[in-house]
């Protein structure tokens, strides 16, 4: 009998809970650990006075950026170590603009790049006329001097919140010319021995339901992809969905629910490296923090869903 894959799915989180956790860094940041309902992170650390979102770990969590923007200021990426046992205080990023600004970094699931937005000159003859992706390549004595990311990306006016595969392919919100910013949608961009050669636009699966679709964070093993978008089905604002990829074709968005989605807008989701954890921002137009909970047992909620009206 041939088992729906939704259904594999399920199962496979569910023998995947049976593993002993193990304590990890982010408990150093944060004692107190969530269950499927969302919980600030790093309160007074992290998540202050101030609006934060779109948090980015190392493989081996002990390095993290995430974006801040003071009152009356700019977004700002902030950069902390894990160092001797404890964590550094929150710090901007060594490479952070002298002109324009930076946001919504990303370290790929290999560790060997870390990605940013950025509306900093493209070079010194070149001022930017828009947001572009930047990236700094990992090497012995620490990152590098960040570069612009190549053609096809540097032609876009707009590339935003770009999150990658372990395969190397990209994902990320743009638009083409002439597009409203509620009209911008998710893009993929498949490495090709060792190169990107085009940019495309995913299909209605991802793309054809509501306004402001972007921020979308694509599984390592592109299994599944959480964004989101506003919809008249939803919570509030922006809500958080997840889509689940089989052999390449992606499934609905699914709604992460009222314990993840509020009146407020949710936004800009990663996944720490270990996959244990979901983080996001929840906010409104002046203040909002990041907020973390327990991915397990959100997938499975939506999978067993899914599931029982199969059957």
């Not at 929840?282 to 499975?300: F, M, Q, S, T, V």
Request: with cysteine.
């Amino acid at each position: 009998m041939k088992v729906p894959y939704i259904t594999f799915l399920f199962f496979t989180f569910l023998l995947c809970s049976c593993k002993k956790e193990t304590p990890s860094n982010l408990m150093l940041l944060d004692a107190n650990t969530p269950t499927d309902k969302p919980l600030i992170f790093g309160e007074g650390i992290i998540s202050t006075e101030s609006y934060e979102f779109a948090i980015t770990f190392s493989p081996k969590m002990d390095e993290l950026y995430f974006t801040r923007r003071k009152p009356g200021e700019d977004n700002k990426i902030y950069a902390m170590q894990f160092v001797d046992g404890k964590w550094s205080a929150p710090e901007p990023a060594f490479f952070t603009a002298s002109e324009g600004w930076d946001f919504e970094p990303h370290i790929s699931p290999a560790g060997d790049k870390l990605y940013f937005g950025s509306t900093r000159p493209l070079n010194d003859t070149i001022k930017s006329s828009g947001l572009h992706q930047w990236y700094s390549k990992k090497e012995a004595k620490g990152w590098s001097k960040p570069i612009p990311l190549e053609k096809p990306f540097v032609d876009r006016s707009i590339t935003m919140y770009l999150t990658s595969s372990e395969n190397g392919n990209l994902y990320f919100t743009t638009g083409e010319k002439g597009n409203k910013p509620e009209d911008w949608v998710i893009y993929k961009s498949v490495k090709e021995d060792g190169q990107y050669k085009s940019i495309n636009r995913m299909g209605k699966e991802i793309n054809g339901i509501g306004k402001w679709i972007a921020h979308s964070y694509i599984a390592p093993d592109e299994s599944y992809m959480i964004y989101d978008f506003k919809s008249d089905s939803g919570y509030g604002e922006s809500d958080l969905y997840i889509s689940f990829n089989q052999n390449g074709t992606w499934s609905k968005p699914y709604n992460l629910g009222p314990k993840v989605n509020t009146d407020q807008t949710e936004m800009a989701a990663s996944v720490s490296p270990d996959g244990k954890y979901l983080f996001f921002h929840r906010g409104g137009k002046d203040k909002g923090d990041i907020y973390w909970a327990a991915l397990k047992p959100i997938k499975e909620n939506i999978l067993k869903n899914i599931n029982m009206h199969q059957q």
